[in-house]
Nanobody
Framework: VQLVESGGGLVQPGGSLRLSCAVS????????IAWFRQAPGKEREGVSC????????NYADSVKGRFTIPRDNAKNTVYLQMNSLKPEDTAVYYC???????????????WGKGTLVTVSS
């Protein structure tokens, strides 16, 4: 199973980006998916996750109300829609897959290599 992130880049504060996490080698329907990020000099943190069915989602307090995590099983892709971006959102963003039915940030089975998001004027 491979996960490939895309959609990162440079954006001004207040702007938006949509990250994609494309799953190959298996069907997305078998996995819950989480997005993580790691800023320079900081530990990796869970940002958002979505359950296998898509019925349950979770967001870190720092992104609640600004980020959403839609999934499209037909396209084998999960997205991270990021709005009202702030400089403190600058980080490498990773997606990861878990066999668990429910949303989880632990014991991830597969990881992508990350995509860089820079929020700066």
């Amino acid at each position: 199973v491979q996960l490939v992130e895309s959609g990162g880049g440079l954006v001004q504060p207040g702007g938006s980006l949509r990250l994609s996490c494309a799953v190959s080698g298996s069907s997305l329907v078998y996995y819950s998916i989480a997005w993580f990020r790691q800023a320079p000099g900081k530990e990796r943190e869970g940002v958002s996750c979505i359950s296998r069915s898509g019925a349950s989602t979770n967001y870190a307090d720092s992104v609640k109300g600004r980020f959403t995590i839609p999934r499209d099983n037909a396209k084998n892709t999960v997205y991270l829609q990021m709005n009202s971006l702030k400089p403190e959102d600058t980080a490498v963003y990773y997606c990861a897959a878990n066999w668990a039915r429910y949303c989880s940030y632990s014991a991830m089975n597969y990881w992508g290599k990350g995509t860089l998001v820079t929020v700066s004027s």
